[in-house]
């Protein structure tokens, strides 16, 4: 590509973009050379690499290059032999730590099913663990060799230590015994490498010894005493031997170290390759962008495109097509209206995607690959070279013309303006008529009504307008292919104040075909505003629909939960009975048998009594229970119930014999079976005779609820991989199950990935009727690749 097109769609700043979200220098460099490529593998390739960042950022997070230096100079060095020093050494020490951790990263390829084209990077790298533990082993800081770096160093390092201390026992008895009346101060100072005392200069002969040095005042000499110059003598050649160790033990890391230099530069390399992909694949989320598709058919169709550089919470999105049915496309509209920013937005999409950047656009935008990109875009006006902005404008048409061929994409803002209006729109529509003819794709912008009609009568070109609404004098950004723009230049500046009078007598100045034309085109606008106000009604009134359609089976909803609750209320309270009749059978049986002959009879009837009222008791608490009746129920008076009478109890479900009289409080005994209940007369009602076993079968099979699944409901559903209809049809019967199981909460797994498959699934829960709030999972729950749901109690 052109130096020139880079600069003028503003390249350089994308990458300076990327450049920042690269986490290494050797990784911003490699951000800072990249360029667009006009080979559709390479491209593909590159594409398909930034994809795979995307998707393992979405999946594990960030993964930070910081301690990815360039390390090539090290390793020259130790190609030659030489020796690396300790904080070059631990610089080595923390890249290859650096390189565990990003290999540790990439860890999770092992199942075949999880590998993409990064996968084969990660395998490449070697952390060469055992030499990074050496180098931290021996190497404390930048200024710091440890003593276990060798046998010779801690030995040298003790001999070292027992000898200071033999100095500072000789020279503690010397200050604090013989010379303590001729110091100047009780201490002990370091003049050079030798240990000394400071003395008074009067008493200098008294003092055996080296001078070595003395104040600015000359009242103080500091002597080295006679008797500990041979351990000082001392302590400086095991100073040397120190010294000397430290640069085996550097000269043995750094060969050690040499021995791996292939595997480091490799390291080095992929660092540098995959930090380069990340920051592609960062830009790209921080963009809302996606990896487009390739041809090499000169078609590119950007479905919602936006300029990467503007504020993509302002910017207007935009769908661009050519190549297929037409090759060339002419926008027109007012100033301010889009016009220049359409031309730049497809200009630097298509530099982004060759480059094997995302781009800021909607799925499946396509885009094409072109040898060269050439752009006339701006007032490049020169005074050094005496052109005027017409002439710099044609001297870079003249460059295009001669350099494009079918493999370019051309791009011209205000083609053919800075001179009378008649020669440049005639000059505009050769140009662009040559380009035609040859094939060549190119975009672009004018005020020239002679284009217009130029496209509107050329096949294989088309017009092509940014909206302006002249109401609000303020254009919506909005481009439409296929209708032809007006510059409005009436009606802004009717909007403006100018009188009505200086309007009609411009009007009058435009000839009857001009006039006929921009009526023409007035009346195809109001056409175009009629007919997508209508489309707009139109799916307003769909979205009533859908809304209604929710509503109603929203209510449906609730009524199935209102059943169903009231069928499992009645199985329970049912299961609840049928427990109470065994237990009081169950005593009455073992009562009987425990009953030996001579025992008597008063005793048996009184547990019979006692299991009885139990019983009663029982039903007594259920008929206030549940005292509403059923709708239509009459109530029976005492005159209509007689001994022997069929009845149902009504709160029980049961049915059964009258067994006793109603007495003061219209209460009577009801024998249901082996059970003898008491029941109030309110809460019965007669019955022609029916079998109690089969009208009980009866009851209780019409209200049957199959619970047997409850237990095996999983508190957790798993989406990933389904398209978002049939997730949501399991989300839907899931949720169905679990808010019927009495679960409280559940979890919903549906992958980060775009984001597409979890934004289906929250506004399913929105519309849930017993869901009462869902959230995203917390660290250590899923993160934004799970959904905590709980239900409604």
Known sequence: MNEKVLHVLEYDKIIEELSNHATSEPGKRACRELLPSSDLREI???????????????????????????????????????????????????????????KSYGRSDKEEDNRDVLSDLFDGLEPLTPVAGEIRRCIISEDEISSDASPALRHIRR????????????????????????????VVTMRGDRYCIPIKAEYKSQVN????????????????????????????????????????????????????????????????????????????????????????????????????????????PIDVYAGKDFDMIIITGPNTGGKTVTLKTVGLLTLMGQAGLAIPAADRSELSVFNEIYADIGDEQSIEQSL????????NTVRILENADENSLCLFDELGAGTD?????????????????????????????????????????????????????????????????????????????????????????????????????????????????????????????????????????????????????????????????????????????????????????????????????????LSIKNKPQTPGHKKLKPTQIKLGDSVRIISMGLKGTISSKPDKDGNVMVQCGIMKSRAH????????????????????????????????????????GLNSADAIAELDKYLDSAYVSHLPSVRIVHGKGSGVLRQAVHDHLKAAPYVKSFKLGEFGEGDSGVTIVTFIK
């Open 681 to 720: 007369i309110d809460d019965l009602e007669l019955i022609k005779e029916e079998g109690g076993k089969e009208q009980m079968k009866k009851f209780y099979g019409q209200h049957k609820m199959d619970l047997s699944g409850a237990k095996n409901i999983r508190t957790e559903l798993n989406l990933i």
């Open 159 to 186: 001999d070292i230590q027992i000898t200071g201390d033999r100095i500072h026992d000789q020279l503690g008895k010397m200050v604090n015994g013989s010379l303590r009346s001729y110091l100047q101060e009780a």
């Open 44 to 102: 593909q390739k590159n594409l398909k690499k930034t994809d795979a960042g995307i998707s393992r950022i979405f999946k594990k997070g960030s993964v930070s290059f910081g301690s990815n230096k360039d390390i090539s100079g090290y390793l020259k060095a130790l190609k030659i032999g030489s020796s690396l020093d300790a904080p070059q050494l631990l610089n080595i020490a923390s890249f290859l730590d650096n390189v565990n951790r990003v």
């Open 209 to 316: 010894g080296i001078v070595h040095d003395q104040s600015s005042t000359g009242s103080t000499l500091f002597i080295e005493p006679a008797v500990i110059v041979e351990l000082n003598n001392k302590l400086r050649e095991l100073a040397a031997m120190e010294k000397a160790e430290i640069e085996v033990i550097l000269a043995r890391l750094s060969a050690e170290v040499g021995g791996y230099l292939t595997a480091l530069s490799d390291n080095a390399a992929i660092m540098t390759e995959l930090d380069f992909v990340f920051a592609k694949a960062s830009l790209a989320l921080s963009q809302n962008a996606i990896t487009p598709i390739f041809n090499e058919r000169h078609y590119f169709n950007i479905i919602k495109g936006r300029h990467p550089l503007l504020d993509k919470k302002k910017a207007v």
């Open 388 to 395: 005027s902005t017409f002439s710099s404008h044609m001297t």
């Open 421 to 621: 209006p008649t020669e440049g729109a005639a000059l505009a529509i050769s140009i662009l008529d040559h380009l035609h003819k040859r094939g060549i794709r190119t975009m672009a912008t004018t005020h020239y009504s002679e284009l217009k009609v130029y496209a509107l009568t050329t096949e294989g070109i088309q017009n092509a307008s940014c909206e302006f609404d002249v109401e609000s004098l303020r254009p919506t950004y909005r481009l439409l292919i296929g209708v032809p723009g007006k510059s409005n230049a009436f009606a802004i500046s009717k909007r403006l104040g100018l009188s009505d009078e200086i309007i009609e007598a411009a009007g009058a100045q435009i000839s009857q075909d001009n006039r006929k034309f921009e009526d023409l085109l007035t009346d195809l606008e109001n056409s175009r505003v009629t007919i997508e106000n209508e489309r707009i009604e139109i799916e307003r009134y769909k979205k009533e629909v859908e809304q209604l359609k929710e509503e109603l089976q929203g209510k449906q909803t609730k009524l199935d939960e209102s059943r169903d609750k009231i069928l499992r209320q009645a199985h329970e309270e049912a299961r609840e009975i049928l427990q109470e009749a065994k237990d009081a059978a169950d005593e009455t049986i073992r009562t009987m048998r425990k009953a030996e002959a001579g025992v008597p009879m008063q005793e048996l009837e009184k547990a019979r009594q006692s299991v009885n009222k139990k019983i009663s008791d029982k039903n007594q608490k």
